[in-house]
Every structure is written in C-alpha cells, then in structure tokens.
C-alpha cells in the first residue's frame, strides 16, 4: 500500500501475504487490549476474520529460502501469541512447521547453497536464517517447559527434525560475513536490504520476540 493506506502499490498478493497480515493483525490486537482500555473502540475483529477466510485450506509449502524464514518465523510468533492468550488457532503453528520441514528438505537437495557469492541472493538466505533462530527458540521453549504450546508430541517432533538444519543458519551468516562475498554484485545490487537482513540474524531477539507489556 502507499503510506497514506489510499491505494496499493502492488496490484497482486504473495503466497503468505493474507498469512503474514492474519498474524500481524492479532498481534496488533493483543497488544492493543493489555496496553489500553478497548471497550467501545474499533478493532481489528473484522480483518482478523476476513485474514482467516483467506488463509483457510491455503497452501503454504515453498522451497524459496526468504519464504522458508517467514514459515519459520510465523509459526515462533503464532506459538507465543497462543502461550499469551490471543484468539488465534494453535492448529497453525503445527501447519507451518510441517510446511517449512517439507520445503527445508527440499532447498537443502537443490544445491543453491553451495554455489560461489555471484550465483546467490544474500536478504534470501539471511531470511532462512532468521527463521532457523526461531527453530531454536522454541525448541529450547519446549524443552524447558513441558505445558507449552511448543511442547506438545507433534510439534516436539516437527522440531526436532528442524533443530537438524539449525547449522545451514550459522553457515550462511558466517558466508555472508566474509567481505569478499559482500564485494560482489548481487550483493553490492542489494546492499540496504542485506545488511539490514544480516544484522537482524546476528541479533534476532528484537526482531522474533513478541515481548507484550504486561
């Protein structure tokens, strides 16, 4: 959209775009309800339920590394949004971690990772990464609390298979953080957006932890 919300700037919608909004909008929410009193004010009700339709039945598989880090991602802030009480359906958390684990397995087998600094695309992996920290996260939240969302039999078993490709994370920061791979174009072409990508997988937790007032 354009800043001022009037029109859009782009005339189609990603695969895990209504995904994305449907989460932002109940964390939008949860956050409003414990910082204000909200009685009588308009709320996010609505595009939270119009979010939901969208994404009902929806597939979310990929093998696009930025999309993996999202899945990843979603799916740490869906579980701490259902540890904390908001409306959402804790059957997602478990959707998205099967859908990134199939396309984990996937993206490991192309090869693309092996290829030299000119042939990759940093923000992609460093997206990958950023997900696989969330992987950790809930992995040690399920292995430090045994009620939690994270802790139940499936989704112990959907983390741990992913703890397995924890290490790719480490290896794409450490590839990234050598400078002659940040010499090259397809870095130089994408400068902004792939440091702001590899400062956030160095230091994740502003960016992964949902810390609601309390």
Known sequence: MSIDLAR?????????????????????QATATR?????????????ISEFAAM?????FGTTDPL?????LTDAYRVGQLVHQGAPIDPILLETLLTASLTGLQHYVRSGELQ???NYRLAFRELGLAIGLHAVERMWQTAESHSENTFSTPKTRARLQALMEYVPIGEDIESFWRVPQHRR???????QDINEVMLATSLVPNGFLELLLPD
């Open 8 to 28: 859009p700037l782009v005339p189609s919608m990603g695969q895990h775009d209504p995904l994305d909004g449907h989460i932002t909008a109940v964390q939008l």
């Open 35 to 47: 910082l204000l009193d909200t009685s009588g004010e308009p709320g996010l009700d609505q595009a």
């Open 55 to 59: 994404i009902e039945g929806r597939e």
């Open 67 to 71: 999309g993996l880090g999202g899945l």
């Open 115 to 117: 290829q030299s600094a």
């Open 184 to 190: 090259t174009r397809t870095w130089l072409e994408h």
